[in-house]
């Protein structure tokens, strides 16, 4: 059966200043906010880029990125399936980053059953947001940090059946990645191989806390690095220079701050 998942709807990155963070967003993916209210007692910004939202949460305890919401063909498919797969959820309702007033219904998975890292689930509305020239470039790649990332991919491919296309691991990279496909952008599994045990060490028992997953950075799709390197300079970011990127072809560059604590690459890809 295929999956219920056809995309990633939206980031959640939870901030200190809200307006502080809502003004580096607006700079860092060059696209204005489409929203910015109060919701349920917090201050939240929207941000739509060509094909994923980011929501901006204003928090007193910032933990920068958070969750990840799913985009489905249908809420009760994918409830079934989460009770196939043993993964309780709950109903909750959340703004849409359309001009909609009215939330939407989202399904939360517990997070004890997803590795420690929050996911929701929402039904895709029908008209498409995602195709305007003028929204920001677009996400290319979420980073999921592990500590046992058979464990991660096991929850990725088998229980929420995300494509997998590479599993490698790189002696010069120090770490092992494996990439699912979720609509056109790449979910990444990272576990680093630097601190892993010998073989005949015993491993720590599936479940223990230091094997919780978390979410660790984005890469964002850029036109032109070289103007990106440029326009954010003068905006005042601390970028890296353009440096070649691991994807043949591709050119990349670090943004070292303005990002509420959010690893953050920007990438030029070949032309295809």
Not at 144 to 163: K, R, W, Y
Not at 218 to 242: I, P, Q, Y
Request: charged content about 30%; overall charge negative.
């Amino acid at each position: 059966m295929t999956s219920p998942i056809l995309a990633i709807d939206h980031l959640t990155i939870s901030v200190a200043d809200i307006e502080n963070e809502t003004e580096n967003y607006s700079l860092l993916l060059d696209t204005p906010p489409v929203r910015h209210r109060n919701e349920d007692g917090s201050e939240r910004t929207v941000f739509q880029t060509r094909n994923v939202a980011v929501h901006l949460v204003a928090s007193d305890q910032p933990r920068g990125l958070e969750a990840m919401c799913f985009e489905v063909d249908s809420l009760e498919r994918l409830h079934r399936r989460l009770e196939r797969v043993a993964i309780p959820s709950t109903e909750s309702l959340v703004a849409t980053a359309d001009n909609s007033e009215e939330p939407q219904t989202l399904r939360v998975s517990t997070q004890d059953a997803t590795r420690g890292i929050q996911l929701s689930f929402r039904e895709k509305i029908r008209s498409d947001r995602r195709n305007h020239s003028e929204l920001g470039g677009g996400l290319d790649h979420v980073v999921i940090a592990s500590q046992n990332s058979e464990g991660t991919a096991f929850l990725l491919g088998s229980q929420l059946a995300l494509d997998m296309r590479m599993d490698m691991s790189r002696r010069e990279w120090k770490a092992r990645l494996m990439f699912f496909r979720c609509g056109d952008l790449i979910v990444e599994v990272f576990e680093s191989l630097e601190t892993q045990e010998s073989p005949s060490e015993e491993k720590q028992p599936r479940g223990n806390e230091s094997e919780q997953d978390r979410f660790y950075g984005l890469t964002w799709r850029v036109d032109d690095a070289e103007a990106s390197h440029k326009r954010l300079t003068e905006a005042g970011f601390n970028v890296s220079e353009v440096r070649k990127g691991r994807k043949p072809g591709s050119r990349v560059l670090t943004v070292r701050d303005k990002t509420a604590e959010v690893a953050t690459l920007l990438i030029e890809l070949p032309n295809s």
